[in-house]
């Protein structure tokens, strides 16, 4: 029995792959910036202790070993990120302050590996912020509840408004698009996309009844003023839980908890959001026994907590934007 000659037929294969190779870089230099806006409160701004991350590098090379190279925190050249003041290319240290991560670095590894195209994040967080009055979306108007006298002391001399910090977010996203260039001088003029949202908060909710009552209301109307605001109608949308007490949470407040959570959880699941908004698991992620770097806040500041936060957001966002 004569014996197949496939040499010829390899060397057409490597042909066709080197011809091919320069077309598919260019169709991927060539496509739009694909932008990422994460916004929250503090546990968005990121709180995972980086020196943590270090021993987990070590300890869980499998998991955790590509974020080093010798010795030094690796780069993505296909994610940028800008967070504030800070911009650059995606690697650890994108958190506040800035020996902490937040989801970012696992979720900008996630996308990174599932797009061919340019990717950008933009992070807008601030701590201690809430849905109900500071995030508040234009259409849930006036709140019902009683407005604290501090609070409305502030908002009489101008020095607070409600809403603010929806109406910065999207300020501080149209500003970084409109200057592209400036932020990151490889950009090349190929346009941009707004690609997907990530939300993280609730803390600030969670511990006020008449902000936990609303927030519910406010969360499918962050959604649809999110996406009229950005200019984009079905833009992709993960809504991170508050699960920062793990899946078993403390009797004394879980319906507290549960509430919200089954709030940011129910736009999932309405037929106008289907398909274009998904729900970002967190408490399966909480450790609560071992080291801790934040007390019992924030997740207790642990790296991996925070690595794999992003990491489910990441692969929520993929189940809305990649066929």
Do not use: C
Not at 205 to 222: C, H, L, P, T
């Amino acid at each position: 029995m004569s014996r197949l000659n496939l040499a010829p037929w390899l060397a057409v294969a490597a042909t066709v792959l080197a011809l091919l190779m320069p077309i598919a870089l260019a169709r991927a230099a060539d496509d739009p910036v694909e932008v990422f806006v994460l916004v929250g409160q503090s546990n968005m701004q990121g709180k995972g202790k980086i020196a943590h991350l270090e021993q987990l590098v070590d300890e869980e090379p499998g998991t955790y070993g590509h974020l080093m190279k010798n010795g030094q925190w690796t780069e993505r050249d296909d994610v940028w990120i800008k967070y504030w003041d800070k911009k650059g290319k995606l690697t650890a240290g994108y958190g506040s302050p800035e020996d902490r991560i937040g989801p970012e670095l696992g979720f900008g590894h996630v996308i990174g590996e599932a797009l061919d195209a340019q990717v950008l994040i933009i992070k807008v967080a601030w701590g201690g912020q809430s849905l109900a009055l500071d995030f508040r979306p234009p259409s849930s108007g006036r709140p019902e509840f009683a407005i604290s006298e501090k609070t409305r002391s502030r908002i009489d001399s101008g020095e607070y408004q409600i809403g603010i910090r929806f109406k910065e977010m999207i300020e501080e996203v149209k500003s970084t698009l409109a200057n592209l260039k400036e932020h990151f001088p490889e950009y090349e003029g190929q346009g941009y996309e707004i690609a997907g949202l990530v939300w993280f908060q609730g803390f600030n909710d969670v511990i006020n009844n008449e902000f936990r009552a609303e927030y519910g209301k406010n969360m499918v109307n962050f959604v649809r003023d999110a996406r009229k605001a950005l200019g984009a109608d079905d833009l992709p949308i993960v809504i991170g839980e508050l699960g920062m007490d793990g899946l078993e949470v403390n009797p004394r407040y879980a319906h507290k908890h549960y509430a919200v959570r089954e709030a940011q959880e129910a736009p999932s699941k309405m037929p106008e959001f289907k398909g274009s908004v998904g729900f970002g698991r967190t408490a399966p992620f909480v450790i609560k026994e071992g080291d801790g770097y934040d007390g019992g806040y924030h997740y207790r500041g642990r790296a991996d907590t925070f690595y794999k936060i992003g990491v489910s957001f990441g692969e929520e966002m993929k189940k809305l934007i990649v066929p």
